[in-house]
């Protein structure tokens, strides 16, 4: 007997349920909220003038739930990044030659090899290696920055990253932008990771994996089809308007133990690779600077998201280092 896909609707959604044998039943429901979000922070950071603020929201869903926006983060309590390019207020390398590596910490994730990661995060990121949060991102929102991050683990570990899109109309994954009130800002993440003799022992790629917890503005909620663990948002409108305050948006809880080795994430779909060019970097000196550790033509990093680069604004990703 074979396996038959089953179409339902719940909530304007598209569900498709496998019916047969091993079937893995109907996917995890996401949350609706319309409108926009309460602001319960004013700014994480303030960079001035020339960056966005990066406030915090709080707004509840029709089935009762209370979720943050655009994520509930570390950022207030968690060690920061060491600089690599930091505009706001911090050290701007015009090269990674002049990098002192020894003067950067090495955090603690448990074994006697040490290792170096470099990062770049539109916006936010928050690195954990086997389950333990080494540093966050020290500029949630903008202007654009990268970092370094060394750590001392014994192989295999896994890397664990919670990438952030952040927003300025909280709740609608939108910010004024491109002469539009609401416009859906685009994403990515890409890192580098080396051992102590330089040796490129991981690289962002679609071999990692990622899931949205996240996704907003949602014009119209039917344009979101979930099919097994696929929340696939390809249909969905990424246009600007200046009359976005009543979109909706899709929620759905984070595990407390995401992060830990033993996470299964067999179900997550693979990562997306995207192109600087899809990015957008190339005014960015943040990553312009360091092209011999991002773009190594030997090991060239790709960005990384999930499907949904517009609209998937909080997205966790995993990968295992042999």
């Known amino acids: 007997m074979g396996v038959k896909r089953v179409a339902v609707m719940v909530c304007g959604v598209a569900f498709a349920m496998l019916a047969g044998p091993g079937a893995a039943g109907a996917q995890e429901k996401p949350s609706f909220t319309s409108g926009r979000a309460q602001t319960v922070?004013?700014?994480?950071?303030?960079?001035?003038?020339?960056?966005?603020?990066?406030?915090?929201?709080?707004?509840?869903?029709?089935?009762?739930?209370?979720?943050?926006?655009?994520?509930?983060?570390?950022?207030?309590?968690?060690?920061?990044?060491?600089?690599?390019?930091?505009?706001?207020?911090?050290?701007?390398?015009?090269r990674l030659a002049e990098l002192d590596l020894d003067a950067v910490p090495v955090m603690d994730a448990g074994g006697d090899e040490v290792f170096t990661a470099y990062l770049f995060g539109d916006n936010y990121f928050e690195l954990y290696v086997n389950g333990r949060l080494l540093a966050v991102d020290a500029v949630p929102f903008t202007p654009f920055n990268s970092a370094v991050i060394r750590f001392r683990a014994?192989?295999?570990?896994?890397?664990?990253?919670?990438?952030?899109?952040?927003?300025?109309?909280?709740?609608?994954?939108?910010?004024?932008?491109?002469?539009?009130?609401?416009?859906?800002?685009?994403?990515?993440?890409?890192?580098?990771?080396?051992?102590?003799?330089?040796?490129?022992?991981?690289?962002?790629?679609?071999?990692?994996r990622a899931q949205t917890f996240y996704t907003a503005p949602l014009q119209d909620r039917s344009c979101l089809k979930l099919v097994g663990p696929?929340?696939?948002?390809?249909?969905?409108?990424?246009?600007g308007v200046n009359n976005g305050g009543n979109f909706s948006a899709a929620h759905w809880p984070v595990l407390a133990n995401w992060s830990a080795p033993d996470f299964d994430d067999s179900n997550w779909p693979a990562a997306t690779e995207f192109t600087n060019d899809t990015v957008g970097v190339d005014n960015k000196p943040a990553f312009m600077n360091f092209l011999d550790v991002f773009d190594d033509p030997k090991r060239d990093a790709r960005f990384i998201w999930s499907s949904n680069l517009v609209l998937d604004n909080l997205v966790l990703m995993r990968k295992r280092v042999e």
């Open 154 to 208: 014994a192989r295999p570990f896994t890397i664990a990253v919670m990438g952030v899109d952040w927003e300025e109309n909280l709740g609608l994954g939108s910010e004024r932008g491109r002469g539009r009130d609401y416009h859906p800002g685009d994403a990515g993440f890409v890192a580098v990771i080396k051992d102590a003799k330089g040796k490129t022992v991981a690289i962002t790629d679609k071999s990692w």
């Open 41 to 94: 922070h004013e700014g994480l950071r303030d960079c001035g003038w020339r960056s966005r603020t990066s406030a915090v929201g709080r707004i509840t869903s029709a089935d009762g739930k209370t979720w943050t926006v655009p994520a509930q983060t570390n950022f207030e309590t968690a060690p920061k990044a060491t600089d690599l390019y930091n505009p706001c207020g911090g050290e701007r390398l015009d």
């Open 230 to 239: 696929i929340r696939d948002t390809s249909a969905c409108s990424t246009r």
